[in-house]
């Protein structure tokens, strides 16, 4: 099983940045990522990186966005530059046995950040 903690979420207003954090423990996980889910809209991929450093970004982040890991702290992180309201969701991180770009088998509980115009 896989337990999966996340952190640096709040609010912040536009044209800041922000760094979430998630740290894993439990069994060894290949990918990870981070998905969103604002209100009234479905969950949506953000970022993802396999064991391999392959990356895989929304298309609505790239450019913005970056996801990195450190394999020693079984942690991923997701630095957002130049956060816009339309950022503003509950971002849930995802780790995956499996070495993919879409990373589904664990989520952890979600951290909130808002975007304030």
């Known amino acids: 099983q896989v337990q999966l903690v996340e952190s640096g979420g709040g609010l912040v207003q536009a044209g800041v940045s922000l760094r979430l954090s998630c740290a894993a423990s439990?069994?060894?996980?290949?990918?990870m990522g981070w998905y969103r889910q604002a209100p009234a809209k479905q969950r949506e991929l953000v970022a993802a990186?396999?064991?391999?450093?392959?990356?895989n970004y929304a298309d609505s982040v790239k450019g913005r966005f970056t996801i990195s890991r450190d394999y020693a702290k079984n942690t991923v992180y997701l630095q957002m530059n130049s956060l816009e309201t339309e950022d503003t969701a509950v971002y849930y991180c995802?780790?995956?046995?499996?070495?993919?770009?879409?990373?589904?088998?664990?989520w952890g509980k979600g951290i909130l950040v808002t975007v304030s115009s």
């Open positions: 995802a780790a995956d046995l499996m070495n993919t770009i879409l990373p589904r088998n664990y």
């Open positions: 439990g069994t060894f996980v290949n990918a």
């Open positions: 990186i396999t064991r391999g450093g392959t990356t």
